[in-house]
């Protein structure tokens, strides 16, 4: 694992092959527990070719000043993500308007 959270990675490789692969990545929420939002693909063996993008939503916990994952939740298609995405809107766009005040984020 690593120390520093900017250097956490979900790239897999086995027998010289990269079968996970990070297209991109997010960090959600820094410190001794920190979330990582990470856009990948998989290699399909059989197809020979990387599959669809995928996101997943990592916790890490810092113990002895190094990160370990803690859990994880994968979004494995683009309709799962459009519905998380259609329920978050819907959950915090009533509570905005509930408490007049705008939602903000952590790090704010």
Same mark, same amino acid.
């Given at each position: 694992m690593s120390e520093r959270v900017e250097d956490l990675s979900i790239e897999y490789s086995e027998d010289g092959v990269l079968l996970v692969k990070q297209l991109d990545k997010e960090i959600l929420t820094k410190g001794n527990w920190s979330t990582i939002m990470y856009l990948f693909q998989e290699w399909d063996k059989r197809e020979e070719k990387y599959g669809p993008e995928k996101v997943s939503i990592r916790r890490y916990q810092k113990r002895n000043g190094v990160y370990r *994952? *803690? %859990? =994880?939740? $994968? !979004? %494995? $298609? #683009? =309709?799962?993500? =459009?519905? !998380? !995405?259609? #329920?978050l809107d819907k959950w915090f766009h009533t509570a905005e308007e509930d408490s007049g005040v705008e939602a903000k984020t952590e790090e704010e």
């Open positions: *994952q *803690q %859990s =994880k939740f $994968n !979004i %494995s $298609n #683009v =309709k799962q993500a =459009k519905e !998380i !995405i259609r #329920v």
